[in-house]
């Protein structure tokens, strides 16, 4: 499986911004995709996750209420739209796949990561 990631991009505070992630091949109904961040010096932190079947997600407690994870049916790709944008949320995004969970072991495939960037 390959996940490829488009999206993020330069925002003021409080904007708004999408990013995407469309995986290639054989993709089972269990497995979740899921967005992790990274800032340098940081661990790679717990974004949101969804089901594949798109019939549960989770999202970290610095996010829950401004992100939402969602697949659009008919869609092999996921999104993950970003409100109320925080200087905090500046990071280089990544989309993974696997059986689901908040840590990175529960994931096999990474995409390369999108930037984001939130300006005062």
């Known amino acids: 499986v390959q996940l490829e990631e488009s999206g993020g991009g330069l925002v003021q505070a409080g904007g708004s911004l999408s990013v995407s992630c469309k995986p290639s091949?054989?993709?089972?109904?269990?497995?979740?995709l899921g967005w992790f961040r990274q800032t340098p010096g940081k661990e790679r932190e717990f974004v949101a996750a969804?089901?594949?079947?798109?019939?549960?997600?989770a999202y970290s407690d610095s996010v829950k209420g401004r992100f939402t994870i969602s697949r659009e049916a008919g869609k092999d790709t996921v999104y993950l739209q970003m409100n109320n944008l925080k200087p905090e949320d500046t990071a280089v995004y990544y989309c993974?796949?696997?059986?689901?969970?908040?840590?990175?072991?529960?994931?096999?495939?990474w995409g390369q990561g999108t930037q984001v960037t939130v300006s005062p």
């Open positions: 993974a796949m696997g059986r689901g969970g908040m840590t990175m072991r529960d994931y096999n495939y």
């Open positions: 969804i089901r594949w079947s798109g019939d549960n997600s």
């Open positions: 091949g054989r993709v089972f109904s269990n497995y979740a």
